[in-house]
């Protein structure tokens, strides 16, 4: 497939968000060529009068600027140093980062400023910056997550086409984890039908605690309008014995399963996390040294 490259600037690189664990995100890009079905940025391609099918995964707008208003933004006396989210909506690692670099050069202003970053990816590219991650953690801290919703090499295949196999995904958590960086493992979105049995969670979590993952999170699907349409559209034409089943859980108009689905998969997975717990090694992850501590003035010397 070819790609179309679409430079664009950007007024801000963080952008503020509600509703989440962290207060900021940065994404270098829109749109991801990684094209795996049910990618919840999907609907974002809409703001653009493009289709979140094929326009999501062909066109791709680069944020030529970004490291230049990150700059800006992390080196005000008003920035608190606060965890930015990097890749919270497209992978900051997917192909097109190879050549243009522009991750790279959010990395090495984070590292400037010493502001905390948490990163998430799905792509083996994440190698080329792992010193850089190193100092970065040494100066302000960073967690790492890898993106691994799929243990089955031809499941992940079919449904995350153009990602690394999930065997080169964990190579990667190996790498980090030797390296002392705070590396996780993301089994998200969980899918009906796919992935949600007690034997592909177990087996998922096994292979993150062999790799040296300190946590595996777990999500179940949603599905937005936009990636609903994408999905269901390839769901059609692969798994056609699991549209009753989507139907049910997700039927029109609804986002998010039932609160009863939820809690089923957090009580399960919650239950095989403690069974098979991430390793916790004896050396702790890489973080920056504690701030200095400001003793009172003393009178009377």
């Not at 965890?83 to 050549?99: C, K, M, N, R």
């Not at 609160?259 to 069974?275: G, I």
């Amino acid at each position: 497939m070819r790609l179309d490259i679409r430079e664009i600037t950007c007024g801000n690189a963080l952008n503020r968000v509600r509703g989440m664990p962290f207060k900021w995100s940065l994404n270098p890009y829109r749109g991801c060529s990684h094209a795996c079905w049910y990618c919840y940025a999907r609907e974002t391609h809409t703001y653009f009068d493009l289709n979140g099918g094929r326009d999501f995964e062909r066109v791709i707008f680069a944020k030529v600027n970004v490291a230049e208003r990150l700059r800006a933004q992390i080196q005000s006396p008003r920035w608190k140093r606060e965890t930015v989210a990097v890749g919270a909506a497209t992978d900051p690692y997917q192909p097109v980062e190879g050549h243009l670099r522009l991750t790279l050069a959010c990395l090495r202003e984070f590292l400037a400023a010493r502001s905390p970053i948490g990163l998430i990816t799905k792509s083996t590219l994440i190698r080329r910056d792992r010193h850089l991650l190193q100092d970065l953690a040494r100066a302000a801290g960073v967690n790492v997550t890898v993106s691994i919703p799929i243990a089955d090499p031809h499941l992940a295949r079919r449904i995350e086409p153009n990602v690394p196999p999930p065997a080169e995904r964990f190579r990667v958590v190996r790498e980090l984890a030797n390296l002392n960086l705070d590396v996780g493992v993301n089994m998200a979105p969980v899918l009906p039908g796919l992935t949600d049995s007690d034997a592909a969670i177990a087996e998922l979590m096994r292979l993150a605690r062999e790799h040296g993952a300190r946590r595996v999170g777990t999500r179940m699907l949603h599905l937005k309008p936009e990636p609903k349409r994408w999905f269901l559209h390839n769901l059609r034409r692969y798994f056609p014995h699991l549209e009753p089943l989507y139907a049910d859980l997700y039927p029109v108009g609804v986002t998010y399963v039932d609160n009863s689905v939820d809690d089923d998969l957090e009580a399960r997975a919650d239950a095989l996390r403690e069974f098979i717990a991430p390793t916790q090694t004896d050396t702790p992850p890489l973080a920056p040294p504690p701030p200095p501590i400001q003793l009172p003035l003393a009178s009377g010397f």
